[in-house]
């Protein structure tokens, strides 16, 4: 690979830490040329460490809340200023859920947390796109994405309203990627990742117990958050034009897997 997103500009939602999966992304999109705003919540601006990946990407920091219309219009006039032009690409790596911070079980959840769940975790895709699309914000042929996790599909106890969550950001990805798709030939994806050691993936209760689970039952083990940020490239870049509407699952092959001789031998013991 070889400057594979070269001209290409983009925001990229969600980096935290070194462990985000935005994080490798950003690092990945800037060896390969893109330029990009990075963006975060004004909250973790301060427990971040956004300016260091800032800083190594050269890009700039524009803080905003995905739930504020205010602070995403503001984002994507200021990107466009900044980096010179419409966009080619954007990554929403957003998810956060109070019932689940709370560990509260998914049978007494607050609503009112569940209704934030929902807000923070997915119906900030949409506002996102709304922005971008209102603001005639993309360049043709550009890629929006943003990452699931196999819950929306299968029941997954201890993911609590996080599987909601992900179920209406792939609808929304497929509804949004035909508007989209017939304004300018954007296209819009999920990517379905395996458990990821990150800050939001190891807040879940268990976590260590089902990421080794997963990684027993891929015949190609876990995706790692690097092999994510890669994936990602090949979406944001020109050899995917025609792929839209999708949540295309990045898991090792564990969506499709029934069982393990891994797993199979465990029962034995
Ligand atoms: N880690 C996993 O196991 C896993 C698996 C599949 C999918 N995912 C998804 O990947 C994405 C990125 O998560 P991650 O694992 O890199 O963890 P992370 O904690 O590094 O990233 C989550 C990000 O969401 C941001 N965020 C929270 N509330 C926000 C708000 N109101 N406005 C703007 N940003 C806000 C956080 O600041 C953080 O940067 C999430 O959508 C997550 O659900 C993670």
Same mark, same amino acid.
């Given at each position: 690979?070889?400057?594979?997103l070269a ?19 950003a ?5 390969? *040329?893109g330029?990009?705003?990075?963006t975060?919540?004004p ?10 990946l800032?800083? $190594?990407?050269?890009?700039?920091v ?14 994507v ?5 900044i980096?010179?032009?419409?966009l ?15 560990n ?5 959840l607050n609503?009112?947390w569940?209704? $934030?769940?929902?807000?923070i ?19 043709d ?9 196999? &819950?929306?599909?299968? &029941?997954y ?7 909601? &969550? ?7 990805a497929?509804?949004f990627?035909?508007h989209?798709g017939? $304004?300018?030939k ?19 209760? *268990?976590?260590d ?7 027993e039952?891929?015949?190609?083990g ?26 295309l ?6 969506s499709?897997?029934?069982?393990t001789s891994?797993?199979m031998e $465990?029962? *034995?013991?």
């Amino acid at each position: 690979m070889n400057n594979l997103l070269a001209n290409k500009r983009g925001i990229i939602f969600g980096a935290l830490d070194e462990r985000s999966i935005a994080w490798k992304v950003a690092e990945k999109v800037h060896e390969q *040329g893109g330029t990009f705003v990075l963006t975060n919540a004004p909250i973790a601006m301060r427990m971040g460490k956004i300016n260091e990946l800032a800083e $190594k990407c050269g890009a700039q920091v524009i803080p905003a809340d995905a739930t504020s219309m205010e602070d995403l219009e503001n984002l994507v006039t200021q990107a466009q200023e900044i980096l010179g032009g419409k966009l080619d690409f954007v990554l929403h790596s957003i998810g956060m859920s109070p019932n689940v911070r709370k560990n509260k079980a998914y049978t007494d959840l607050n609503h009112d947390w569940f209704s $934030k769940t929902l807000d923070i975790s997915a119906m900030s895709f949409h506002r996102v796109m709304q922005t971008l699309y209102k603001q005639d914000a993309m360049n043709d042929w550009g890629s929006i994405l943003a990452l699931s996790y196999i &819950a929306a599909q299968e &029941a997954y106890p201890f993911y609590c309203d996080m599987a909601d &969550a992900k179920a209406t950001l792939e609808s929304i990805a497929r509804s949004f990627g035909y508007h989209y798709g017939v $304004k300018n030939k954007t296209r819009v994806n999920t990517i379905s990742q395996s458990p990821t050691v990150t800050s939001a993936g190891s807040g879940i209760a *268990g976590f260590d117990k089902f990421f080794d689970f997963a990684d027993e039952m891929s015949p190609l083990g876990n995706a790692s958050a690097e092999a994510c940020a890669d994936y990602c490239l090949t979406l944001f870049s020109d050899l995917t034009k025609f792929v839209t509407m999708q949540n295309l699952f990045h898991d090792g092959g564990y969506s499709t897997t029934g069982i393990t001789s891994q797993v199979m031998e $465990k029962w *034995g013991e």
